[in-house]
């Protein structure tokens, strides 16, 4: 941050906006208002720099109490406008400010997005359980089973666990604070500023009309150390009010251990924020009240490109390649002709340098194009049969004679012929092999014998919606020189023989760019 | 060629050389037989040679249906004039059909005595069964009302390779529509040289490529000197055409362009964030090929997300733009009217679709007026414009930005998917005869306030983060003017509602005075906004070349209307408004004009055909 070595040194009241603020008297919000003006100083960030955006419910008042840009915007779209803020200017630093309802119900979809993007910046989620701004419906963090007004009988829906959710996001940075622990509010505020990529922080909040006490067991100082743990990154999980219990592993599964009685620190799991893999800081966002202590601090926090420099840089990267933009030539990037003045000049055309794109040609189109196969590889695997131009095979009855069966193999040229019942469907193949193994040589009545006496009996078949190397595998693991293409009541509809597969092969390797 | 065709006639015809003003070609076959690509071609040489052409593309209603089948039929229209033409035509009196599947879908779209080339190796019985015929119609006498001229394209086409070496069969049987292509040519006496140069300035490294092609074309050419199978070639004399550079253009196209250029000439980023939606997805395709002109695309989880994007793009100071179909402005009239409430500057493209619902994502409707208009909780007054043509669409995608940075608010650019994917030939413009578009963002901490105004726009200052002592804090509450303030006073809510229809009012006063074409005062007006323009402007000129007191006019701002409408209504008897919807400008007009105005509905997922609005304007001329 080097323009923040010219900033005068700010203080707390720079940060207050001359807003009334209007939370209810006794809510959790006032504490992180508070502390959110008393960090900002400490960050060195200039006032101008800094945009709060949040969404709607009681939290969402936020951004009007604090004296930078700020953006009240709609119920859970949030997310949505900082990521636009972001990338049309990736200097600013932006919070998002938002509820458990406004985060995970109305703006779940959102929430997700943002945070497998890596947007830089920080989401500070607060989470009271409850819909405070309607008046005290349950919420999607709310348990299940609490007793609301718009769930008389107990809510009968499964809660979310925000942390969780974040991590299964793939975000970066995930933490976990609590509104009355100021100071620990304080550090997990600066944490989240400094973190490169999107920052979200769970804060429990209490709504002390509509859900007074929901984190007392977190908050309450008779109770609060045996009901929450402090992480820290590098220290064995210890916690309770005389350090004497911790967390080990039993297998994949965490357990709550007394230190003493042959378990000594190094037992226990150790913290670390950085690991790659998530499932440490999954693990950790599962140890729920009143089985384990909740988590409190960073569960993750590792490095991934931004989102927003990304898009900046590929903007560097296509002036590098291509030039700065320059709107003549790219009105002009296309086919053109010129059309002279007077009525006998000669209209001359200019062929664009460009490959002809599908999308020039057949515009909106390209969503079907991109499906099509690419690879010969994957014209082979995914292509159906019915793509194939096969020919109609010879199809005859099965009572056919045995001359009039090799006239017609004559006649037609044609390498085999289907046999077919009185329904057309396929009972056999009499193919030029038959001919030399069974007919020729041997002393049978051409006139008298039938072809269904000679012919291979129920054949191997495929159907017009096998895949295309279903034909190849077939005919190169079992020397099948023709295999019959049949509809699902078994009536063929054309055939695959050797001599058309290997074309359709040999096409394969066509320049896939003709005209 | 070794092989003519068996269906030779006995006799040889006589071949004329009829001259004629205008004439329509529809290619049609799977999408793999390269009908859209010929389709350009022909109408890229038919420019070249000094035709006005018009195209529309007609895509499959399925995406990769098998081959052969009716839903994978593609097609790709082609009119050419001696004249001005605004329509792909109403119905063409060529039809190339690739197989049987391809003549059964468009067969109908014919006229009488039109012609069917039919490429007979691909009738067979297989593809027959495909398109659902049991008898091959082109034995059956079914088409005894055309004129059929079977061709065995693919074996001519074969034979006509034959020499080429180093073709793989796959690149062999790619080039065949070059077959067709050069028979078309033959029959619309059109030259074979532009798409000769054309084959070998793409296709140079690759001789035995340009080879193939070219053969083939010649084969399809000479196929139609020597067969003497048709009785009839066209000639189309020269259009009178403005001297310039020319483009073949879609709509789609256009915008995008018109979206990069008013960002450009403002000196600013633009930022278009979006979710795909037929048929507005080749927006973002295009912007986002574009990112040497500092364009930054953002491919929205959704709708919402999209238009969410755009507002905190503009509030950082970029040109932010969003695009989408009806389904998709209804997803983000929740975020407009934050953009409305915070008082910046976007444009929000709605190409047009089927509607209500998902609808007909593929076909062309004008049915979204209405939600543009008022579909947004609260009085929520938005500026409307619309383009008329495909190359219209770059002229009002830059006077959307116009007018959203000249009034600080959110502008609809109303397009539809008939402009979309309809292409036109389009003078290119020099940019630099483009106005700048100025952009002004105040510093002075002494004298800002959020929510000032210019007292003749009534635009306030777009003030962007970053700027020290300018910090303020913009919401979707109700608001006092000037300082922004949240405010549910009663008097603040009247003076904030006002100033905002009197802002979008007040666009009227920068906007051009309506025109009309044809006579000032008379017996009939047609009035249309969109993609109907060619069809009402055709048949208006019919009407008037038949004596009939006929004019035409068409509305290319709907929200606010140019200031002299209601005066040009009174000095016609009647007023005709023909729509792709059921009724809704009339509505809007009946609703604000004394004049009646009569409603000429259609909602089939097809244009206007030229002759059902002559028809109509017949009908009411009691002519």
């Not at chain 2, 001519?156 to 080429?164: Q, W």
């Not at chain 2, 030229?610 to 009411?620: A, F, G, P, T, V």
Request: proline fraction near 7%; charge should be negative.
């Amino acid at each position: 941050m080097a323009d923040a070595v010219e900033t005068p040194k700010l203080d707390r009241k720079d940060f207050v906006s001359d807003q009334e603020v209007r939370w209810c008297p006794g809510c959790g919000d006032y504490a992180i208002l508070a502390q959110m003006q008393r960090v900002l100083p400490e960050l060195g960030i200039p006032r101008e720099k800094l945009v709060f955006v949040s969404g709607i419910g009681c939290s969402s008042r936020f951004p009007y109490y604090m004296n930078t840009y700020g953006l009240h915007t709609i119920h859970g779209r949030a997310a949505t406008v900082a990521t636009g803020l972001k990338v049309a200017n990736p200097d600013l630093h932006v919070w998002i400010v938002t509820g458990d309802g406004d985060a995970l119900s109305i703006g779940g979809n959102h929430l997700l997005h943002v945070l497998r993007r890596n947007v830089n910046v920080n989401i500070l989620l607060f989470n009271n359980r409850i819909y405070g701004l309607t008046k005290g419906q349950y919420s999607p963090t709310s348990p299940t089973g609490k007793v609301t007004k718009s769930s008389p009988m107990g809510s009968v829906e499964q809660d979310l666990n925000a942390i969780s959710v974040a991590l299964a996001s793939e975000a970066t940075f995930v933490a976990r604070t609590v509104d009355r622990q100021t100071k620990h509010l304080a550090e997990i505020l600066k944490r989240a500023s400094e973190h490169q990529g999107t920052s979200f922080v769970e804060i429990y909040q209490n709504c002390n009309i509509f859900n007074d006490g929901t984190w007392s067991f977190a908050t309450e100082a008779d109770v609060k150390d045996d009901n929450t743990l402090l992480l820290e990154h590098g220290q064995p999980m210890i916690f309770g009010k005389e350090k004497d219990k911790g967390i080990r592993l039993n297998g994949l599964a965490p357990e709550v251990v007394t230190l003493g009685d042959g378990v000594s620190e190094e037992d226990l799991l150790k913290h670390d924020e950085t690991l790659d893999n998530p499932a440490h800081a999954y693990l950790l966002s599962r140890l729920m009240y009143p089985d384990f202590p909740v988590p409190l601090g960073v569960f993750r926090n590792v490095q991934r490109p931004v989102y927003e420099e990304q898009v900046v840089a590929q903007n560097e990267k296509a002036v590098e390649e291509r030039g700065e933009g320059n709107l003549h030539a790219l009105l002009h990037a296309a086919d053109t002709w010129i059309v002279p003045e007077g009525p006998d000049g000669e209209t001359v055309r200019e062929v664009s340098e460009e490959e002809p794109s599908l999308s020039d040609i057949i515009p909106d189109i390209s969503q079907e194009d991109q499906l099509a196969p690419r690879t010969s590889l994957q014209h082979f695997m995914y292509d159906p049969i019915s793509s194939l131009d096969l020919p109609t095979p010879h199809s005859i009855p099965a009572q056919t004679s045995l001359s009039e069966a090799i006239k017609l193999m004559r006649d037609e040229n044609a390498g085999c012929l289907l046999v077919v019942n009185k329904k057309q469907r396929l009972v056999g193949i009499f193919a030029q092999g038959d001919l030399f193994e069974k007919v020729a040589g041997s002393d049978i009545d051409l006139q008298n014998t039938t072809v269904a006496e000679m012919m291979t009996k129920d054949p191997t078949v495929l159907k017009a919606s096998d895949p295309i190397g279903h034909i190849l595998h077939l005919m190169s693991l079992q020397g099948y020189r023709h295999i019959p293409i049949v509809d699902p009541d078994g009536r063929p509809i054309s055939l695959a023989s050797f001599k058309v597969m290997l074309q359709f092969t040999g096409g394969l390797f066509a320049e896939p760019s003709v005209n | 060629m070794a092989d003519t065709p068996a269906e030779q006639p006995a006799e040889s015809a006589l071949q004329e050389l009829m001259e004629v003003e205008s004439i329509a070609i529809r290619f049609a076959g799977d999408s793999g037989d390269g009908s859209q690509l010929i389709g350009g071609e022909f109408a890229n040489t038919s420019a070249i040679v000094g035709n006005d052409i018009s195209t529309m593309p007609d895509f499959p209603a399925e995406i990769r249906a098998p081959a052969g089948t009716l839903p994978g039929v593609s097609g790709f229209q082609v009119r050419i004039s001696s004249e001005d033409i605004f329509t792909p035509g109403d119905e063409p009196q060529v039809l190339v059909a690739m197989n049987p599947a391809a003549l059964k879908t468009n067969v109908n779209d014919l006229p009488e005595g039109g012609i069917v080339i039919a490429n007979t190796d691909n009738f067979t019985r297989n593809n027959l069964r495909k398109a659902g015929y049991e008898e091959s119609p082109l034995e059956d006498n079914s088409l005894s009302n055309y004129r059929v001229v079977k061709v065995p394209l693919t074996t001519l086409h074969k034979e006509a390779v034959a020499h080429v070496e180093g073709l793989t069969n796959r690149q062999i049987d790619m080039m065949k529509n070059m077959f067709a292509l050069g028979l078309s040519y033959w029959i619309f006496d059109r030259p074979l040289d532009p798409t000769i140069r054309m084959l070998e300035k793409k296709f140079g490294s690759k001789p035995n490529i340009v080879d193939g092609n070219v053969s083939t074309m010649k084969a399809g050419y000479n196929f139609g000197e020597t067969v003497e199978e048709f009785q009839v070639r066209y000639h189309i004399k020269k259009a009178v055409v403005a001297p310039g550079t020319y483009r073949a253009i879609t709509g789609n196209q256009a915008a995008a362009l018109g979206l990069v250029t008013a960002a450009q000439k403002a000196g600013k980023t633009l930022f278009y964030g979006s979710y795909p939606i037929t048929p507005a997805s080749a927006l973002l395709e295009t912007l986002a090929a574009l990112k040497n002109f500092n364009v930054r695309t953002f491919q929205a989880e959704d709708e919402i997300s999209a238009m969410g994007s755009t507002i905190g793009a503009a509030f950082g100071g970029a040109f932010a733009a969003t695009g989408t179909s009806g389904p998709g402005i209804a997803l983000k009239s929740e975020a407009m009217n934050l953009a409305l409430m915070m008082e910046l500057p976007i444009v929000i493209c709605n190409v047009q679709r089927g509607g209500p619902s998902t609808g007909m994502p593929t076909k062309a409707e004008q049915s979204d007026l209405l939600q543009c208009m008022y579909g947004r909780n609260g009085d929520s007054p938005m500026a409307i414009v619309a383009p008329a043509t495909p190359s219209d669409c770059f002229d009002m995608a830059v006077e959307a930005f116009r007018i959203a940075i000249a009034t600080m608010s959110p502008v609809i650019f109303l397009s539809d998917g008939y402009l979309a994917n309809s292409s036109e030939p389009w003078r290119i413009p020099n940019p630099d005869d483009i106005p700048a578009i100025e952009t002004n963002h105040p510093t002075d901490p002494e004298t800002y306030q959020p929510y000032n105004r210019d007292p003749q726009t009534l635009a306030r200052p777009w003030a962007l983060p970053g700027t020290p002592g300018l910090e303020h804090r913009l919401g979707g509450l109700g608001k006092e003017d000037g300082t922004g303030n949240v405010s549910y006073d009663p008097d603040d809510n009247q003076h904030m509602a006002n100033i905002r229809a009197e802002r979008i009012a007040r666009i009227a006063d920068r906007i051009p005075l309506q025109t009309v074409m044809g006579p000032k005062t008379g017996d009939l007006l047609v009035l249309g906004w969109g993609g109907t323009y060619g069809a009402i402007r055709s048949a208006v000129k019919r009407a008037q070349q038949k004596g009939q007191k006929v004019a035409a006019t068409h509305l290319r701002y709907l929200n606010p209307f140019p200031k002299n409408l209601g005066d040009i209504l009174q000095r016609y008897k009647q007023v005709l408004v023909p729509e792709l919807n059921m009724g809704q400008l009339s509505l809007l007009l009946n609703g604000k004009f004394p004049k009646h105005v009569i409603s000429y509905p259609k909602v089939q997922g097809l244009p206007f055909k030229i002759s059902e609005i002559s028809d109509k304007i017949d009908d009411i001329l009691g002519a």
